[in-house]
Protein backbone atom coordinates (compact mmCIF):
# COMPACT_ATOMS: atom_id res chain seq x y z
CA UNK A 1 0.00 0.00 0.00
CA UNK A 2 1.47 3.35 -1.06
CA UNK A 3 1.61 5.98 1.59
CA UNK A 4 1.37 9.45 0.78
CA UNK A 5 3.57 11.54 3.19
CA UNK A 6 1.89 15.69 3.01
CA UNK A 7 4.83 17.76 4.34
CA UNK A 8 3.14 20.50 5.93
CA UNK A 9 6.61 22.37 7.10
CA UNK A 10 7.63 22.82 3.78
CA UNK A 11 4.34 24.29 2.51
CA UNK A 12 4.14 26.81 5.28
CA UNK A 13 7.97 27.44 4.88
CA UNK A 14 7.56 28.30 1.41
CA UNK A 15 4.66 30.13 1.50
CA UNK A 16 6.48 32.46 4.34
CA UNK A 17 9.27 32.54 2.41
CA UNK A 18 7.19 34.26 -0.51
CA UNK A 19 6.05 36.72 1.86
CA UNK A 20 9.24 37.66 2.92
CA UNK A 21 10.50 38.52 -0.22
CA UNK A 22 7.66 40.82 -0.95
CA UNK A 23 7.98 42.48 2.54
CA UNK A 24 11.88 42.81 1.32
CA UNK A 25 11.08 44.28 -1.55
CA UNK A 26 8.69 46.90 -0.06
CA UNK A 27 11.26 47.95 2.30
CA UNK A 28 14.11 48.09 -0.07
CA UNK A 29 11.36 50.26 -2.44
CA UNK A 30 11.34 52.73 0.41
CA UNK A 31 14.91 52.50 1.81
CA UNK A 32 14.36 51.09 4.63
CA UNK A 33 16.68 48.83 6.29
CA UNK A 34 15.03 46.38 8.46
CA UNK A 35 16.79 44.71 11.27
CA UNK A 36 15.76 41.02 12.92
CA UNK A 37 16.52 41.32 16.10
CA UNK A 38 16.22 37.96 17.99
CA UNK A 39 17.69 36.27 21.20
CA UNK A 40 16.12 34.58 24.52
CA UNK A 41 14.15 36.22 27.13
CA UNK A 42 16.50 38.22 29.19
CA UNK A 43 19.21 38.68 26.92
CA UNK A 44 18.50 42.02 26.83
CA UNK A 45 16.84 42.70 22.75
CA UNK A 46 14.77 45.46 24.22
CA UNK A 47 17.40 47.92 26.01
CA UNK A 48 19.83 46.69 22.73
CA UNK A 49 17.17 48.70 20.71
CA UNK A 50 16.33 51.50 22.75
CA UNK A 51 20.54 52.31 23.18
CA UNK A 52 20.48 52.21 19.40
CA UNK A 53 16.85 54.37 19.14
CA UNK A 54 18.52 57.02 21.54
CA UNK A 55 21.57 57.34 19.90
CA UNK A 56 20.14 57.51 15.80
CA UNK A 57 17.15 59.02 16.46
CA UNK A 58 18.07 62.62 15.80
CA UNK A 59 19.75 61.65 12.83
CA UNK A 60 17.82 59.25 11.31
CA UNK A 61 13.82 58.44 11.09
CA UNK A 62 13.27 55.06 13.20
CA UNK A 63 10.21 52.82 13.63
CA UNK A 64 9.81 49.54 15.92
CA UNK A 65 7.64 46.79 15.53
CA UNK A 66 7.95 44.85 18.84
CA UNK A 67 6.85 41.13 18.25
CA UNK A 68 5.92 38.83 21.33
CA UNK A 69 2.90 36.79 22.89
CA UNK A 70 1.67 40.31 24.38
CA UNK A 71 3.61 42.66 22.84
CA UNK A 72 2.10 45.88 24.26
CA UNK A 73 4.60 46.01 26.78
CA UNK A 74 7.74 46.46 25.02
CA UNK A 75 5.91 48.71 22.34
CA UNK A 76 5.28 50.95 25.26
CA UNK A 77 9.06 51.08 26.38
CA UNK A 78 9.74 52.04 22.43
CA UNK A 79 6.88 54.83 22.51
CA UNK A 80 8.09 56.77 24.79
CA UNK A 81 11.36 57.39 22.79
CA UNK A 82 9.26 58.98 20.62
CA UNK A 83 9.20 56.38 17.78
CA UNK A 84 6.64 55.41 15.91
CA UNK A 85 5.94 51.36 17.26
CA UNK A 86 3.76 48.43 16.19
CA UNK A 87 2.91 45.90 18.81
CA UNK A 88 2.74 42.03 17.17
CA UNK A 89 1.44 40.34 18.97
CA UNK A 90 1.78 36.21 18.17
CA UNK A 91 -0.96 34.82 20.33
CA UNK A 92 -0.02 31.15 20.63
CA UNK A 93 2.84 31.44 18.49
CA UNK A 94 6.64 31.42 19.40
CA UNK A 95 7.90 33.56 16.65
CA UNK A 96 6.83 36.32 14.32
CA UNK A 97 6.16 35.64 10.89
CA UNK A 98 6.60 37.26 7.66
CA UNK A 99 2.22 37.53 7.67
CA UNK A 100 2.56 39.75 10.97
CA UNK A 101 5.50 42.28 9.34
CA UNK A 102 3.17 42.75 6.12
CA UNK A 103 0.30 43.39 8.36
CA UNK A 104 2.22 45.85 10.69
CA UNK A 105 3.74 47.14 7.76
CA UNK A 106 0.53 48.78 6.91
CA UNK A 107 0.47 50.62 9.92
CA UNK A 108 3.68 52.41 8.97
CA UNK A 109 4.79 55.40 6.92
CA UNK A 110 7.68 53.87 5.03
CA UNK A 111 7.97 56.91 2.97
CA UNK A 112 9.38 58.38 6.53
CA UNK A 113 11.56 56.19 7.92
CA UNK A 114 15.12 55.32 7.46
CA UNK A 115 15.52 51.93 9.85
CA UNK A 116 13.23 49.51 11.22
CA UNK A 117 13.94 47.98 14.16
CA UNK A 118 11.82 44.20 14.43
CA UNK A 119 11.65 42.65 18.00
CA UNK A 120 11.36 39.04 17.88
CA UNK A 121 9.73 36.63 20.46
CA UNK A 122 11.91 35.46 23.05
CA UNK A 123 13.10 32.66 21.86
CA UNK A 124 16.38 30.68 20.20
CA UNK A 125 14.76 27.97 18.21
CA UNK A 126 11.15 29.08 16.52
CA UNK A 127 12.06 32.05 14.64
CA UNK A 128 15.38 30.56 13.05
CA UNK A 129 13.07 28.98 10.19
CA UNK A 130 11.00 31.98 9.37
CA UNK A 131 12.77 35.12 7.29
CA UNK A 132 10.40 38.28 7.74
CA UNK A 133 11.86 40.61 5.05
CA UNK A 134 14.65 42.05 7.17
CA UNK A 135 17.93 42.99 5.77
CA UNK A 136 19.84 42.08 8.61
CA UNK A 137 19.31 39.14 11.07
CA UNK A 138 20.69 40.08 14.48
CA UNK A 139 21.24 37.10 17.28
CA UNK A 140 21.13 38.72 20.80
CA UNK A 141 22.64 36.11 23.94
CA UNK A 142 23.60 37.27 27.36
CA UNK A 143 26.36 35.81 29.59
CA UNK A 144 23.17 34.94 32.24
CA UNK A 145 22.13 32.19 29.86
CA UNK A 146 25.61 30.48 30.07
CA UNK A 147 28.53 29.95 28.24
CA UNK A 148 26.96 26.03 27.07
CA UNK A 149 23.66 28.43 25.29
CA UNK A 150 25.64 28.83 21.86
CA UNK A 151 26.46 25.11 21.31
CA UNK A 152 22.91 23.94 22.47
CA UNK A 153 21.44 26.76 19.85
CA UNK A 154 23.42 26.50 16.62
CA UNK A 155 20.99 27.13 13.86
CA UNK A 156 20.07 30.84 14.70
CA UNK A 157 23.81 31.41 15.23
CA UNK A 158 24.54 29.65 11.93
CA UNK A 159 21.93 31.60 9.93
CA UNK A 160 22.43 35.25 11.64
CA UNK A 161 24.33 37.92 10.11
CA UNK A 162 25.51 39.54 13.53
CA UNK A 163 25.99 38.23 17.26
CA UNK A 164 25.62 40.21 20.16
CA UNK A 165 27.03 38.62 23.21
CA UNK A 166 25.60 41.20 26.30
CA UNK A 167 25.50 41.77 29.62
CA UNK A 168 29.11 41.29 30.04
CA UNK A 169 29.27 43.78 33.14
CA UNK A 170 28.39 40.60 34.73
CA UNK A 171 30.28 37.75 33.37
CA UNK A 172 32.57 37.59 35.91
CA UNK A 173 29.98 36.92 38.55
CA UNK A 174 27.90 34.05 36.46
CA UNK A 175 31.22 32.41 36.14
CA UNK A 176 30.90 32.59 32.11
CA UNK A 177 34.19 33.59 29.70
CA UNK A 178 32.42 35.62 27.12
CA UNK A 179 35.24 34.99 24.62
CA UNK A 180 34.46 31.02 25.41
CA UNK A 181 30.81 32.82 24.07
CA UNK A 182 32.66 34.14 20.74
CA UNK A 183 35.20 31.09 20.32
CA UNK A 184 31.55 28.91 19.63
CA UNK A 185 30.26 31.15 17.47
CA UNK A 186 32.71 31.24 15.13
CA UNK A 187 33.41 28.13 15.38
CA UNK A 188 29.25 27.78 13.81
CA UNK A 189 29.66 30.75 11.82
CA UNK A 190 33.11 32.01 10.69
CA UNK A 191 32.04 35.29 8.71
CA UNK A 192 29.67 36.52 11.27
CA UNK A 193 30.91 39.68 13.68
CA UNK A 194 30.67 39.34 17.30
CA UNK A 195 30.21 42.17 19.50
CA UNK A 196 30.53 42.15 23.03
CA UNK A 197 27.83 44.79 25.00
CA UNK A 198 27.07 46.19 27.86
CA UNK A 199 24.40 48.62 28.43
CA UNK A 200 26.32 49.94 31.88
CA UNK A 201 29.74 50.55 29.12
CA UNK A 202 28.46 52.96 26.41
CA UNK A 203 31.49 52.50 24.72
CA UNK A 204 30.69 48.71 24.10
CA UNK A 205 27.47 49.87 22.33
CA UNK A 206 28.94 52.06 19.95
CA UNK A 207 30.18 49.08 17.61
CA UNK A 208 25.86 47.95 17.82
CA UNK A 209 24.75 51.56 16.87
CA UNK A 210 27.49 51.86 14.09
CA UNK A 211 26.79 48.61 12.55
CA UNK A 212 22.54 49.84 12.31
CA UNK A 213 24.19 53.33 10.87
CA UNK A 214 26.24 51.79 8.30
CA UNK A 215 23.51 49.58 6.90
CA UNK A 216 21.00 52.75 7.33
CA UNK A 217 23.43 54.48 4.98
CA UNK A 218 24.30 51.61 2.47
CA UNK A 219 20.62 51.24 1.99
CA UNK A 220 20.39 54.71 0.69
CA UNK A 221 23.76 54.84 -1.08
CA UNK A 222 25.41 57.33 0.92
Known amino acids: MLMHVINMGHDVFRANDK???KNRKLLEKHEVFAVNVMGAIGSGKTTLIEEAVKALKDRYRIAV???DVIAEMDASRFRKLGVPTVPANTG?????DAKLVEKALEELDLENIDLLIIE????????VDFKLGEELRVVAVSVSEGD???LKHPMIFKT???AVINKVDIAKAVDVNPETMKRDILILNPEIPVLLTSKHDKESLKAWIGYLEEGIKDMKGI
Open 92 to 96: KECHL
Open 65 to 67: IAG
Open 19 to 21: LAE
Open 120 to 127: NVGNLICP
Open 148 to 150: DII
Open 160 to 162: SEL
